[in-house]
């Protein structure tokens, strides 16, 4: 596996409905045209890169004629690719594994599979997969819970993660983007931008300022049990600060008895190997960081890794209803145009440089410009 890095996030309101059957049959072939032009002009490579980007991402979805910033952009969008490829794996290079809810959790299993057709060791991809998940859901704890996770991945062993978090307290989605290009540190300051449209405190301990936090929890982790939790009974009457985004009332000292149990068992090297730790979830870590910094005085930083993002797309009407035959002659005109042998190559990527001119656009917002409203607007994960 080569170098990691998160990419970015976005965050996005929850709405209800999804795409309609007649839209996503179009969006999968839609989808497959733009796949085989980037692959054609790019090779796969370049299409992971895009797809670790946010603001790409985002204008992708409005492409394909989904709502330009709901929730939903996100699990339908990478739906719409993994059936795209599915089948035609050969020819663009690209596997699509995860998805949504309980297909999330097949990601190991599907990367196996094909890492078997291949005649290609799998660990590498699912320790990136299972990192991505970890670091997103346990070591930023934003009030997001991840829900969906898509893992893209060549023959070569490139990879990006798109997977998508979901908070009942704000109504809101939070998307990160993951490249394996870049740096080769999953718990330092792996993000290379973070977009969304709010901004909180969070326990952040891949922040650069959390490493002395790191080091203490791992030190801790390494103790026995039952010293570490005679230490962690003091917490309350010792230190509670208020800036502190930890609930020690939500901390289960049995839970985290047994997770202790594991790692003075088998003493974690790093901080990447104790976020791996099996059942180390973020309230046993919330539990290490806050005593780490009891007793070593090692402050775990809170600082919320975002900034304002937004795109603009269609399923909802907005900024006009999805035209079908328009989609159907962009379909088919895409199509053409890759299938052509003595096609003029300008006409052939067209369309391709309207996607990278809007995606472009969209990552500079206007001076003083108004930022776009939330609706929120509550849905089932």
């Known amino acids: 596996m080569t170098g990691s890095?998160?990419?970015?996030?976005?965050?996005?309101p929850l709405h209800r409905g999804k795409a309609p059957p007649w839209l996503f049959?179009?969006?999968?072939?839609?989808?497959?045209?733009?796949?085989?032009?980037?692959?054609?002009?790019h090779g796969s490579d370049e299409v992971l890169r895009r797809l670790a980007d946010p603001y790409w991402f985002q204008a992708f979805g409005c492409v394909l004629g989904f709502d330009w910033h709901s929730s939903g952009v996100t699990t339908t969008v990478c739906g719409a690719l993994k059936e795209a490829v599915r089948g035609r794996e050969m020819d663009f290079g690209l596997y699509v594994a995860g998805g949504k809810g309980g297909t999330s959790r097949k990601t190991p299993a599907e990367i196996t599979v094909v890492c078997?057709?291949?005649?290609?060791?799998?660990?590498?991809?699912?320790?990136?997969?299972?990192?991505?998940?970890?670091?997103?859901?346990?070591?930023?704890?934003?009030?997001?819970?991840?829900?969906?996770?898509?893992?893209?991945?060549?023959?070569?062993?490139?990879?990006?993660?798109?997977?998508?978090?979901?908070?009942?307290?704000?109504?809101?989605?939070?998307?990160?983007?993951?490249?394996?290009?870049?740096?080769?540190?999953f718990v330092d300051e792996p993000h290379a931008a973070v977009c969304c449209d709010a901004r909180g405190a969070a326990l952040n301990m891949v922040a650069s300022e959390s490493a002395a936090a790191c080091a203490a929890a791992v030190e801790l982790a390494a103790k026995p049990p039952h010293e570490l939790l005679s230490l962690f009974e003091r917490v309350p009457s010792l230190f509670m600060p208020r800036r502190h985004a930890v609930a020690l009332a939500d901390v289960d000292p049995g839970r985290l008895h047994q997770v202790l149990l594991q790692t003075y068992a088998r003493p974690p090297e790093d901080f990447a190997s104790l976020l791996g730790t099996a059942g180390l979830g973020p309230k046993s870590l919330r539990a290490l960081a806050l005593t780490a910094e009891v007793i070593y005085g090692t402050r775990a930083s809170t600082r919320?890794?975002?900034?304002i993002a937004f795109a603009h797309g269609g399923k909802d009407g907005t900024p006009y209803p999805?035209?079908?035959?328009?989609?159907?002659?962009?379909?088919?005109?895409?199509?053409?145009?890759?299938?052509?042998?003595?096609?003029?190559?300008s006409e052939r990527i067209f369309a391709l440089k309207r996607l990278a001119g809007f995606a472009r656009r969209q990552a500079v917002p206007a001076q003083g410009g108004p930022e776009p409203d939330r609706a929120e607007v509550p849905i089932g994960p």
Request: aromatic share 6%.
């Open 304 to 307: 919320d890794p975002a900034r």
């Open 25 to 41: 049959g179009r969006m999968v072939l839609l989808a497959r045209e733009i796949m085989g032009h980037l692959v054609a002009e």
């Open 322 to 345: 999805v035209d079908r035959a328009a989609y159907d002659a962009t379909i088919e005109v895409l199509n053409t145009a890759l299938t052509r042998a003595r096609v003029d190559r």
């Open 116 to 185: 078997d057709s291949l005649s290609v060791e799998p660990d590498a991809l699912i320790k990136a997969s299972r990192l991505a998940a970890k670091v997103d859901n346990t070591a930023v704890q934003d009030g997001h819970q991840l829900y969906h996770h898509a893992f893209v991945f060549t023959p070569a062993g490139g990879w990006c993660v798109v997977q998508q978090g979901m908070s009942d307290a704000t109504r809101t989605a939070r998307r990160y983007h993951w490249l394996s290009e870049g740096l080769e540190d």
């Open 5 to 12: 890095r998160r990419t970015g996030l976005a965050e996005l």
